[in-house]
């Protein structure tokens, strides 16, 4: 079946680190891949996303590229700000019987401190 | 504004007795489906539709009931929770066409006890 796994958090970074948070997958087909961000107390919401091999996607200054040589979709971000303080979950997107279905990872959660 | 609303945002309640969470959606979205979100286990699908009367299964769905009788509106139903059930839950929506690739759109969450 489908999966993805994601680095185990919590992650504490100071302000103005470089963020990484892994993400690698296991897909039957050809998956879409995304990174979603839940702030505190909120829902999940999309923060980037990649359709296809090499595509790299971007959004507030995080990036991410779909390697389909090594099954990953990397989060980075080069200067992270205590607003980015939140859980990131990757996620997959496939589609199933005429649907898209979507796994998503267990999720990170990014504490950043002043 | 494109929205899905869940309610309510929190909820206890004792164990047996039914409650429904209610999820409604803007967008004209077919596809709907119900997450809960437990620590160390992610999001796990609980029931999915991907239009007006058509449900089907998740990866979770004992204790749980759905129904889709319009578009818009998706509720869960716990016809005598557990307090297993207890976790936060969240309705998302999209679009269902392959072709477009399109993102999930995901309500508040319901925090929900059962004691």
């Known amino acids: 079946g489908n999966s993805v796994t994601q680095m185990e958090g919590p992650v504490t970074l100071s302000e103005e680190a470089f963020l990484t948070i892994n993400c690698t997958y296991t897909a039957t087909g050809y998956p879409s891949l995304f990174w979603y961000v839940q702030y505190p107390g909120e829902g999940l919401q999309l923060l980037l996303k990649a359709t296809k091999a090499d595509d790299k996607g971007s959004n507030k200054g995080f990036e991410a590229t779909y390697r389909k040589e090594t099954t990953s979709f990397h989060l980075e971000k080069g200067s992270v700000q205590v607003s980015d303080s939140a859980v990131y979950f990757c996620?997959?997107?496939?589609?199933?019987?005429?649907?898209?279905?979507?796994?998503f990872g267990t999720g990170t959660k990014l504490q950043v401190i002043p | 504004e494109a929205q899905v609303t869940q309610n309510p945002r929190y909820l206890i309640t004792v164990t047996g007795k039914k409650l429904t969470v209610t999820c409604s959606q803007n967008m004209n979205h077919e596809y709907m489906s119900w997450y809960r979100q437990d620590p160390g286990l992610g999001l796990r699908q609980i029931y999915y539709s991907m239009n007006v009367e058509v449900t089907d299964k998740g990866d979770v769905p004992e204790g749980y009931k759905v129904s889709r009788k319009e578009k818009r509106n998706f509720p869960l139903i716990l016809e005598s929770p557990s307090p297993n059930q207890t976790s936060l839950y969240f309705c998302a929506s999209s679009t269902y066409r392959v072709s477009l690739n399109t993102e999930a759109f995901f309500g508040q969450g319901t925090r929900l006890t059962v004691v």
């Open positions: 996620a997959l997107q496939l589609n199933s019987g005429g649907y898209q279905k979507v796994t």
